[in-house]
Every structure is written in structure tokens, then in C-alpha cells.
């Protein structure tokens, strides 16, 4: 799929965007130091597949995301659920550990609901205490936190649920949540430039802003094309980004990937939708067995995770011909293939992000 076609979100770069960027300072070197992160999934915004047992705790099947979680369940048991999974999925420590890692910045979904429930919407609240406990630890620990605003009224992503962008009431909502966060960052956090700013949308680009990036997000398994590549196959199809992303006229940097090469994951698709890899998924062939693929990483054999290996360093060094990159996801409940976390213990990471054995793999 074209670069262009990936391209989801600007990155606002600093907190004093209104009245003017053109003026501000960031609290990084933008162009000339590389972006090098890693996405907070799963804790703010639930998925099925990264907390799978939240969903099935709930002995429901109709639950299969924030809003039918909030809406098929006795509010004081899904509140209670949230509360303790926001209290404990991610920690000071995680923050502690992805900077000890050399990682530089930090992603953090949160849906348009923390800030703006509307009539009949059945989301909990109450991330905001998270996303503030966030902000501290990002600093505490000299990592940028980049602000994501995963979700928004009627969706913005084109694809499920394709109203976001024609629907006026749903841009102005969106536009008073990203008012609200920016708000909000600039008067609690006045003199903290550790900060930036996911936003959705294109106007920023035509309007010469200083201080706007883009955010791209490639993967190589959500197609039967794609999914079908063999090793080799996904390792050239990620050095092939390299000249798109070089030639891009804002800073571009790719704020979602994975080494992780097959759709296997459980609910990866979907609460009870299955694979495209092992040919479960509808209108998929099959490729192959999710077995060792996916789940707990010691059922992954040494050739996994050499591909592993080679795969992510492969896109790192593709994506740092843009402005760097940052890995989907920090953890997950049994998806280690696509885990920062996983990576760096079981060695398809390296601990230091710029300690590479394949320096030459897209050459």
C-alpha cells in the first residue's frame, strides 16, 4: 500500500499551539535527533486482543470494545474492572523501564470519551488521573509523551466506521477535545516541554505551522497479500519505505509498527474473529500455523526470532531515514510477538535501540 495511503494523524509538537507555533521551542530536536518509542496500548483505551481476559472476565460476547463494555455491563462492576486495570497495567516502573531501554518517547492512546461523553454514549470516564500521572512519569524520567487521541466521534479512520470526516458535529466535537487536552497540558503544565500533541486531520499542513508532524503507521499483515510474505518478502517490503519517508516535505515519523509479521494474535481482528495466517479469517488462504507465532514467546523457535530480529531492525533503519519511530505495543497479556517488553527479554530488541546486528539489511 502507497506511504501516502498510510497516513492517519498530524503530531502537534508543543503545547502553546493556539494562538501560534510558529514561534515555539520544542523540548526535542526535532529533524536532528531520531524519534525512538514505544505505544502505551491497551491501557487507556482497551482492546480485546491486548487485554483479552478483561473481555472474557466478563463472560459476555457482545462486549467487544470501550463502548459495549460501558453498555452491557452494571456500571459499578465496569467502572471497578477499569479502575484496576488503569491502576495497574502500566506504572511509574514501565516508564522507568522503557527509558532504561534508550527509548525517547512514549505514545499514549486516550479516547475523545476521557474528556467529552456525549447523551447515550455508554463510556466510563476517568483516565484523565492517568493520563496526568502520565505526564509526571514522562518527566520524571526524561521521556517525550506524546498524547494520542485514539478516538473520536464516529471514528476517524475511515474504515469501520467511515463518518468522522463528514459528519461536521463530529469534527467540531473532536476539535473542543483537542482544544480541551491542549487546554488543559498548557495550564497545568506551563513550563513543561516534554509534551506533544497527536491530532486529527490535515489542516495544519497547508497553513505553514511550524512544529506539526506527521504520523504514519505500516504494517504488513492486515491483507492476504501482505500477510502471505515470506521472511524476506516483509524484511524488503519495510526497506522499501526508506525514500517516501527521506522526501517527505513535515517531519514524518511511523508512531505504529511491529515486528510482529502475521495477524495470529488472538482477537488481533476482533473480539472472536480469528486469523488471516492460518486461513480462519473470512475470504483468507491459508498461509500457515499460528502455533509458535504468536502467544508466549518461549514457544518461539531461534529462527523466529533471528526473522525477528532482522525484521525489526530492518524497519528501524528504514524508518529513521524519516524522523524515527514508535513501536506498537509496550506490553500485551499474550501477544508476544508484538511487545517492546517481550523483545527486549526474550532479544528480537536489543537493549540499547541503536546496538544493531544487521546495520547492512537494506542495503
Given at each position: 500500500?502507497?506511504?501516502?495511503?498510510?497516513?492517519?494523524?498530524?503530531?502537534?509538537?508543543?503545547?502553546s499551539?493556539?494562538?501560534?507555533?510558529?514561534?515555539?521551542?520544542?523540548g526535542?530536536?526535532y529533524?536532528?535527533?531520531?524519534?525512538?518509542?514505544?505505544?502505551?496500548?491497551?491501557?487507556?483505551?482497551?482492546?480485546p486482543?491486548?487485554?483479552?481476559?478483561?473481555?472474557?472476565?466478563?463472560?459476555?460476547?457482545d462486549?467487544?470494545?470501550?463502548w459495549?463494555?460501558?453498555?452491557?455491563?452494571?456500571?459499578?462492576?465496569?467502572l471497578?474492572?477499569?479502575?484496576?486495570?488503569?491502576?495497574?497495567?502500566i506504572?511509574?516502573?514501565?516508564?522507568?523501564?522503557?527509558?532504561?531501554?534508550?527509548?525517547?518517547?512514549?505514545?499514549?492512546?486516550?479516547g475523545?470519551?476521557?474528556?467529552?461523553?456525549?447523551?447515550?454514549?455508554p463510556y466510563?470516564?476517568g483516565?484523565?488521573e492517568?493520563?496526568?500521572?502520565?505526564?509526571t512519569?514522562?518527566?520524571?524520567?526524561?521521556?517525550k509523551?506524546i498524547?494520542?487521541?485514539?478516538g473520536?466521534?464516529?471514528?476517524?479512520?475511515?474504515?469501520?466506521?467511515p463518518?468522522?470526516?463528514s459528519?461536521?458535529?463530529?469534527?467540531?466535537?473532536?476539535?473542543?477535545?483537542?482544544k480541551?487536552?491542549?487546554?488543559?497540558?498548557?495550564?497545568?503544565y506551563?513550563y513543561?516541554?516534554?509534551?506533544?500533541?497527536?491530532?486529527?486531520g490535515?489542516a495544519?499542513?497547508?497553513?505553514?505551522y511550524?512544529?506539526?508532524?506527521?504520523?504514519?503507521?505500516?504494517?504488513?499483515?492486515?491483507?492476504?497479500?501482505?500477510?502471505?510474505?515470506?521472511?524476506?518478502?516483509?524484511?524488503?517490503?519495510a526497506?522499501?519505505?526508506?525514500?517516501?519517508?527521506?522526501?517527505f516535505?513535515?517531519?514524518i515519523?511511523v508512531?505504529?509498527?511491529?515486528p510482529?509479521?502475521?495477524?495470529?494474535?488472538k482477537?488481533?481482528?476482533?473480539?472472536?474473529?480469528e486469523?488471516?495466517?492460518?486461513g480462519?479469517?473470512?475470504?483468507s488462504?491459508?498461509?500457515?500455523?499460528?502455533?509458535g507465532?504468536?502467544?508466549?514467546?518461549?514457544?518461539?523457535?531461534?529462527?523466529?526470532?533471528?526473522?525477528?530480529r532482522?525484521?525489526w531492525?530492518?524497519?528501524?533503519?528504514?524508518?529513521?531515514?524519516?524522523?524515527?519511530?514508535?513501536q506498537?505495543?509496550?506490553?500485551?497479556?499474550?501477544?508476544?510477538?508484538?511487545?517492546y517488553?517481550?523483545?527486549?527479554?526474550?532479544g528480537?530488541?536489543?537493549?540499547?535501540?541503536?546496538?544493531l546486528?544487521?546495520?547492512?539489511?537494506?542495503?
Amino acid at each position: 500500500m502507497p506511504l501516502l495511503n498510510r497516513l492517519l494523524s498530524l503530531v502537534v509538537l508543543g503545547i502553546s499551539v493556539v494562538p501560534s507555533v510558529l514561534s515555539f521551542q520544542p523540548g526535542f530536536n526535532y529533524g536532528s535527533e531520531k524519534v525512538r518509542g514505544v505505544n502505551l496500548g491497551g491501557w487507556l483505551v482497551l482492546e480485546p486482543w491486548i487485554t483479552p481476559s478483561i473481555f472474557e472476565n466478563t463472560g459476555n460476547d457482545d462486549i467487544v470494545d470501550e463502548w459495549t463494555f460501558g453498555e452491557y455491563q452494571d456500571y459499578d462492576t465496569a467502572l471497578a474492572t477499569l479502575q484496576e486495570h488503569w491502576n495497574t497495567w502500566i506504572t511509574e516502573a514501565d516508564f522507568e523501564a522503557i527509558a532504561a531501554a534508550g527509548l525517547n518517547h512514549v505514545r499514549l492512546p486516550i479516547g475523545y470519551w476521557a474528556f467529552a461523553v456525549g447523551p447515550g454514549e455508554p463510556y466510563i470516564t476517568g483516565q484523565v488521573e492517568y493520563l496526568n500521572k502520565a505526564i509526571t512519569w514522562a518527566s520524571n524520567h526524561n521521556l517525550k509523551l506524546i498524547i494520542d487521541l485514539h478516538g473520536a466521534p464516529g471514528s476517524q479512520n475511515g474504515m469501520s466506521y467511515p463518518t468522522w470526516q463528514s459528519n461536521q458535529t463530529n469534527v467540531d466535537r473532536t476539535d473542543d477535545v483537542i482544544k480541551t487536552i491542549i487546554s488543559m497540558v498548557d495550564s497545568q503544565y506551563p513550563y513543561n516541554s516534554s509534551m506533544e500533541i497527536s491530532v486529527i486531520g490535515m489542516a495544519l499542513w497547508s497553513t505553514g505551522y511550524d512544529g506539526v508532524a506527521m504520523d504514519t503507521h505500516i504494517y504488513q499483515m492486515f491483507s492476504n497479500e501482505e500477510v502471505a510474505y515470506n521472511y524476506s518478502q516483509h524484511i524488503s517490503e519495510a526497506c522499501s519505505y526508506g525514500s517516501s519517508l527521506a522526501s517527505f516535505d513535515l517531519w514524518i515519523v511511523v508512531g505504529e509498527w511491529t515486528p510482529a509479521s502475521t495477524d495470529c494474535a488472538k482477537w488481533l481482528n476482533g473480539r472472536g474473529t480469528e486469523s488471516r495466517y492460518d486461513g480462519t479469517y473470512p475470504g483468507s488462504t491459508y498461509v500457515g500455523s499460528c502455533t509458535g507465532k504468536t502467544g508466549n514467546a518461549t514457544s518461539f523457535s531461534s529462527d523466529y526470532k533471528n526473522f525477528m530480529r532482522q525484521y525489526w531492525e530492518a524497519q528501524v533503519i528504514t524508518y529513521e531515514k524519516g524522523d524515527g519511530w514508535i513501536q506498537w505495543t509496550w506490553k500485551a497479556e499474550d501477544a508476544d510477538d508484538w511487545t517492546y517488553q517481550a523483545g527486549l527479554q526474550y532479544g528480537w530488541i536489543p537493549q540499547d535501540p541503536t546496538d544493531l546486528e544487521y546495520p547492512n539489511i537494506c542495503d
